[in-house]
């Protein structure tokens, strides 16, 4: 199946596009179909950022769009970043300013109140108005410095273990990131929605779902 990827972030196209292709399906971004989408995140979820993002490019390009809507979500500020994780420096997409800020809210405080967990929304959204949202949680911690050269985001100072998210290689980090949780959540469910879509429940409804339900 080709999906459309409702997105203009170079890092998460990427990664979305790699973990779909291991599981056999193609997807492309925005962009490469032509399309030059930049949606508003007005929802105060991230399941309702990403079937915000979805559903536009969806309308658009007649194609089943895939969309996701993540952030970190730190103990000690109340869960926050969260949905303005990509803007929390007061500019949208400023991966380094945000890491800043973030390093500084948290200066002094020592790593056992530093827990934090990656939160990902995946939602897939059909031409006839569907839509099935999976979501995906990583646990882990912010550092105290920046390490490793991969990734994007936030994925320097987020550690799991002993090694951030920017030291892992593709694969080690698509078999335990949020984003890859929620995309093989997903995946699995994927067959019977399209099989099957009443039994997720009715048109139009937003349905969400999370492994171990």
Request: aromatic share 8%; glycine share 12%; with cysteine.
């Amino acid at each position: 199946m080709i999906f459309a990827v409702a997105s203009n972030n170079p890092g998460k196209i990427k990664e979305i596009q790699r973990i779909l292709d291991a599981a056999g399906h193609e997807a492309k971004s925005q962009r490469e179909l032509g399309f030059d989408l930049e949606v508003e995140e007005t929802g105060t979820t991230f399941e309702a950022n990403a079937l915000l993002k979805a559903r536009a490019l969806c309308v658009q390009s007649g194609l089943p769009t895939i969309a996701d809507d993540s952030g970190l979500c730190v103990e000690a500020l109340g869960g926050a970043p969260g949905v303005y994780s990509a803007r929390y420096c007061g500019r949208h997409g400023d991966d380094e300013a945000n890491n800043d800020k973030l390093l500084a809210e948290l200066e002094g405080l020592p790593r056992e109140k530093r827990a934090a967990k990656f939160v990902s929304a995946v939602c897939l959204c059909m031409p006839d108005g569907r839509s099935l949202t999976a979501m995906g949680e990583c646990p882990g911690w912010v550092g105290f410095e920046r390490r490793g050269e991969n990734g994007f985001g936030y994925d320097p100072i987020f550690y799991v273990g002993e090694r951030s998210y920017a030291e892992l290689a593709d694969r080690e980090k698509d078999g335990l990131s949020h984003r890859g949780k929620a995309l093989a959540l997903l995946g699995r469910a994927l067959p019977e929605f399209l099989k099957d879509p009443q039994g997720f429940g009715p048109a139009g409804a937003q349905i969400v779902i999370r492994d171990g339900e």
